[in-house]
Structure formats: C-alpha cells, structure tokens
C-alpha cells in the first residue's frame, strides 16, 4: 500500500519535530530523507559476516517465558551461564544473526522499503515453518526417534529465530518509535506491536494511513516507499550511534531513540516467544523456561549510498 502524499508529510511533520529534542542530535532524520525514486547508486554493501557471537561476548538479556517473573540480576547470571551450550538458543541467535547475511537484500527480512504487508507475510511464513517442524518432531517422539526429534526441534528453534529478526527489525527500520514517542509520558506507554497476530497486522495498516513509513534501501528488493521517503541510513535505529538512533526524546527523560527501539524489540521478543511456547508446548519442554536473546543485531550497514 502507498501512502497518500498528505499522510507522508504528516509523518515527516512527526520525524522532524521529534528529531530536534537534543541539539548533539540534531540531525533531523526527516530533513536528509534521500529520495525513493532515486536511481540506484553506489555500491551494494558487503554482507555482514556469517558469525555469531559467543554469549559471553554480547551478554543479551535472559528473558523467563511465559513465566510470571523475570529473573532476578544473580540468576540471571547462573541462567547465563546454563545456556552457553544449550543447542537450541544457540539456533535460535544462528538464525537472528544470519538473516542479515543471507538475506540481506530482502525488504521483507527486515520491514526495509515500505514492504510491510510482504514483511508481515513472511514472518507468517516463518511461524508456519516452525509449525512443521514442531509437527514433525512430534511425530519422531511418538515413534521413539530421539535423534529426528532432536533434528526437528532444532530446525524449529531456527524458524523461530527467523521470525524473531523481522519482529525486531520493525522497531530499527521504521518511524513506529518516532510516531509514538512524543506522545508517550513513559517509555512503557508505548504499545508493543505483535505482527504475527492479525492484530498487529491491521494495526500496522493504520498506522501506514497515519504515516507509518520505513527507510528507503537502494540495494534492497522490492522498495514500496513513496517518493522522497527518508533512507534507511538516516532512519535506522539498529544502534546508539546511528543518526536516528542517538536522537533523545525530551518528555521521556531524554531516552534514547535507540533504546526505545530496544525496549519494544525485546517486549516483542518475549511475547511472540510466549505465544510460540504456549502453542508448541514441546518447544518449552525440550528447552525449558529460560532463553538468552540478542536485540537489534542487524550490522548490515546504514550507509546512504
Ligand atoms: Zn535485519
């Protein structure tokens, strides 16, 4: 879906405003927007390396799910330190890393472009799959074959994971921060949007008519902005430093962009896990209550071209 011209300038309105509540990062991310129709230009970026870091390296938070409380900061640790060979998370951050690489190009691995229906669809796709494998380890259980059951399971884990970098993507590559920030008195004000429930779906279809928008990627396939849409480089909020990213929001305590984005990323996170735990109960069984989750881990580049 294309949006209307007027809803775009309001969502530019929105990105410039919210853009110059820190002087340090004052540059507006709506007023260095590179245009959508522009031919493409440069070079397409190396993809990332196919590595994962260790556990011990990025210490990721430690999320219970579907428990009642998270853990506190000294389990927290020893938890930690249990998953370290736990194959299952370890597929799980393989396939959260490996997106970037292997599907680097792709707007709907990463909510680039505007493709937010293709985006959606795919993480669908992704739940789908791991239903399959669900299904099929199932079975391998039944029949008393530890080791299918075991293969499934694993396969399952990196659907999953899959699905987890697009869910995250969407808080990195698009102006949902930017549109709800200003309104918000505390970070947690801020609603977490679910795009693997229908909910979240026709949500993210009203949002579009009220601005929602994400950064123009050249070397990413298809591009569904409108014209003039603002580039990934200067939108991206996949770390501290990025453009976007820095710029501190006033009213919630001059936190910042990026951390917002962290704050909902790892909320969805958890609830698309609790969803998939309560759905596939073996998922819970075999791994047990506790995973170790990076946030935010797409490196592929921000540069504009
Ligand atoms: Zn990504």
Known sequence: MRLRPSAFLAAAAILA????????????????????????????????????????????????????????????????????????????????????????????????????????????????ETAKHVDAATKAKNGGDKTAMEAAILKAFFSLGQALHGTQDFYAHTNYVELHALKAKKVTDIPVLVPWRAEGRTRIKELQQAGLISGFVFWGAPQKCPSGTISHGNLAKDTATTKSGKVVVANLQNTSQYKIAVYLAREASLQLLNDAFKQWPLLKEVNGEAVALDVLVDRRGVDTP
């Open 17 to 128: 405003s919210g853009a110059v509540h820190d002087s340090s990062a004052s540059a507006s991310a709506a007023t260095k927007a590179t245009p959508a129709s522009a031919p493409s230009s440069g070079v397409k970026p190396p993809p990332p390396p196919a590595e994962v870091p260790d556990l011990r390296e990025v210490k990721p938070p430690v999320l219970c799910v579907n428990c009642d409380q998270p853990f506190d900061t000294i389990t927290h640790k020893k938890v930690l330190e249990g998953l370290l060979n736990n194959p299952y998370i370890s597929e799980l951050r393989k396939a959260l890393y490996l997106q970037d690489t292997y599907h680097q190009f792709e707007s709907k691995a990463h909510f680039d472009n505007c493709d937010f229906d293709s985006a959606a669809a795919y993480i669908t796709e992704l739940l789908d």
